[in-house]
Structures are given as structure tokens and as C-alpha cells.
């Protein structure tokens, strides 16, 4: 998938040491996805190298490229699954 990234998800990679490569898996072969509340398209894939915790990634697609907005593990998406 063709994307960039927001400045806040440039941020967040950083500031809470997530892999790019993470986030590339999550997007491209997501355990699951969504159309939020906010008509952007959430990916979720449990990441095994970091304990199985789920990795939440948002992207907006209405844009070109698309845009990843955020980034974080989802404490509360182990429960929804």
C-alpha cells in the first residue's frame, strides 16, 4: 500500500519504539480491520515479537496517498476480539 505518515504517527514510532516493519505487517495483513466512526480504515495484528499485544494502526484512505494517522497498542482490542 502507497502511504505517508502524519507527523504524530512520525512521533509516536519513535517516542514508543515501534518498528516501521510493524506497522507495514499490521496495514498489509491485518488480523482484522474496520471502518471507524471516523470513516478512516483501523487495522489491528497482534504482534507477536512484543508479547501478542495488539498493534492499532488508523489510516485515512480519502486521501492520495493514503495517510497514517496514528499509531499505539490497543489494551482494549484483546477484549473486543
Same mark, same amino acid.
Given at each position: /500500500? ?20 510493524? /506497522?507495514?505487517?499490521?496495514?498489509? $495483513? %491485518?488480523?482484522? $480491520? ?10 489491528? *495484528? %497482534? ?18 496517498? $493514503? *495517510? ?14
Amino acid at each position: /500500500m502507497d502511504f505517508k505518515l502524519s507527523a504524530h504517527t512520525q512521533d509516536m514510532l519513535k517516542e514508543r519504539e515501534i518498528p516501521e516493519e510493524w /506497522m507495514r505487517r499490521t496495514i498489509d $495483513k %491485518s488480523d482484522w $480491520k474496520n471502518i471507524g466512526e471516523d470513516n478512516n480504515i483501523h487495522y489491528f *495484528k %497482534s504482534i507477536a515479537e512484543h508479547e501478542g499485544r495488539i498493534l492499532h494502526v488508523v489510516v485515512n484512505p480519502h486521501v492520495s496517498p $493514503k *495517510k497514517v494517522v496514528t499509531i499505539f497498542f490497543d489494551r482494549r482490542a484483546r477484549r473486543q476480539k
